[in-house]
Nanobody
Framework: QVHLVESGGGLVQAGGSLRLSCAAS????????MAWFRQPPGKEREFVSA????????YTADSVKGRFTISRDNANNTVYLQMTSLKPEDTAVYYC????????????????WGQGTQVTVSS
């Protein structure tokens, strides 16, 4: 069992930056692939970025590539999403998820989810 808690969301102007954190509790955090998804208002949850258990492999959606960076600290059971050059279209609830294996871009792959953190980017 893994419990995930996101933090770091908020209101920011376009062009600004935020860093999201996802703190995990439970066993064997370092064995999980971790990912960030987001759900804009009225839309489905979409993949943002994922990182394998070792941190050596990361995957990022084209829509945020070059602006968002995922990282993890296995010693502290935390995964991060550094977001820069934010745009109004980045406005969404951001969720982190954990999975042992599977197709990392699909939300159905993930066994555990946090409660989400709201990111609002004003123009």
């Amino acid at each position: 069992q893994v419990h995930l808690v996101e933090s770091g969301g908020g209101l920011v102007q376009a062009g600004g930056s935020l860093r999201l954190s996802c703190a995990a509790s439970g066993r064997a955090f370092s064995s999980y692939t971790m990912a960030w998804f987001r759900q804009p208002p009225g839309k489905e949850r979409e993949f943002v970025s994922a990182i394998r258990w070792s941190g050596s492999n990361t995957y990022t959606a084209d829509s945020v590539k070059g602006r968002f960076t995922i990282s993890r600290d296995n010693a502290n059971n935390t995964v991060y999403l550094q977001m820069t050059s934010l745009k109004p279209e980045d406005t969404a609830v951001y969720y982190c998820g954990a999975t042992v294996y599977g197709r990392y871009r699909l939300p159905t792959t993930y066994d555990y989810w946090g409660q989400g953190t709201q990111v609002t980017v004003s123009s």
